[in-house]
């Protein structure tokens, strides 16, 4: 009985240390409680409405359609933005600021968003929320390769044990999504909608001709299929190297080239990420990409309604 009492205590021992030697560390502006808030002036061959943008970064108010530059050192980049298509200026809002606690944090939703103009211009897009690390590059000019305004992924050296945030999901009641890519008819897409987090580490190179090659060295993603409220500190291992043999593997969020990320290369021109394989899982990465997305299928595909909430994003060590 005594030996069973002190293997008891030495096993809550051990687990105390491993909790008190745990590191964790919050993305900057991962806590989500700061914001700017851009003062956006349409069109008024669209109705001349002032709209509001909502970008991560220190809390700050800019007025006028000038294209956004990340603010104060942020990191995060997001669906908020201004498109001028024909010289009509008009914007997207798919991310807002939320009350909670004492603080806020993020929602991101997916919608419907439409412009028409007669003889001009008549598109209707569905958009969904998105919150990653990057930035955007303004304005937008078309719907067609809008991907490639994305700067997809900051430099990054360290290897963390896991990501960790908290979420909430409101999941759209819709058996099927949609595809509406603003130049043709709405499409059915087969498949329950699903709200998803990625976070790949990657050790990238540019070659002569400025392709940006890579290869993954760290790999955590999930999708989130039913409505829940709040879970709080929900962690996420990274796993490190060739992960295809893992029972944790699942190809749809974590096959190399999985979602076709855009970057900048050093000549400014965004271009399409190369994964060409797996890295030792020993390697060192040079940066880390990292995503939350309220609907899964890439641009134009989702269940209007679909939501994410996510706060306090940060790494375990």
């Known amino acids: 009985m005594k030996n069973r009492y002190y293997v008891c205590l030495i ?18 502006y991962g806590d ?23 970008e991560l970064g220190p809390e700050m108010e800019l007025d006028g359609n000038n294209p956004y530059v990340n603010q104060g050192g942020s990191p995060w980049g997001n669906s908020n933005v201004m498109a001028k298509v024909v010289g009509i200026v008009k914007t997207n809002t798919s991310v807002y600021p939320e009350k909670r606690w004492y603080g806020k944090c993020a929602r991101l939703e997916t919608h419907i968003e439409s412009v028409k103009v007669l003889g001009l211009v008549n598109i209707t897009v569905l958009a969904s929320g998105s919150l990653y690390l990057g930035d955007m590059k303004e304005p937008i000019t078309g ?38 890519t603003g ?78 990320y855009h970057a900048r290369n050093s000549k400014g021109k965004s271009v399409m990420i190369k994964e ?18 309220s609907s899964i299928g890439g641009a134009f595909v989702g269940s209007p309604g679909n939501t994410l909430w996510i706060d306090n994003v940060g790494l375990v060590y």
């Open 11 to 28: 096993g809550f021992l051990l687990a105390v240390s491993a909790v008190a030697q745990e590191k964790f560390e919050l993305f900057k």
């Open 143 to 180: 719907t067609k390769d809008g991907e490639k305004a994305l700067n997809c992924g900051v430099p990054f050296t360290k290897r963390p044990k896991a990501i960790r945030y908290d979420y909430k999901v409101k999941m759209s009641d819709q058996k099927d999504r949609i595809r509406l």
């Open 32 to 54: 989500m409680d700061q914001w700017v808030t851009r003062r956006i002036e349409e069109s008024a061959i669209i109705g001349g409405n002032v709209k509001h943008l909502y």
């Open 276 to 293: 060409t394989g797996w890295a030792d899982k020993d390697e060192k990465p040079t940066h880390i990409l990292v995503q939350f997305t």
């Open 183 to 260: 130049f043709s008819k709405k499409s059915v897409v087969k498949g329950k909608d699903a709200a998803i987090m990625v976070c790949y580490l990657q050790k990238r190179t540019e070659d002569a001709e400025g392709n940006i090659i890579a290869k993954r060295v760290g790999t955590a993603a999930v999708k989130y299929t039913s409505s829940t409220d709040w879970n709080n500190a929900a962690t996420y291992e990274i796993m490190y190297g060739d992960i295809t043999g893992s029972s944790n593997y699942v190809p749809e969020l974590m096959a190399l080239g999985t979602g076709g």
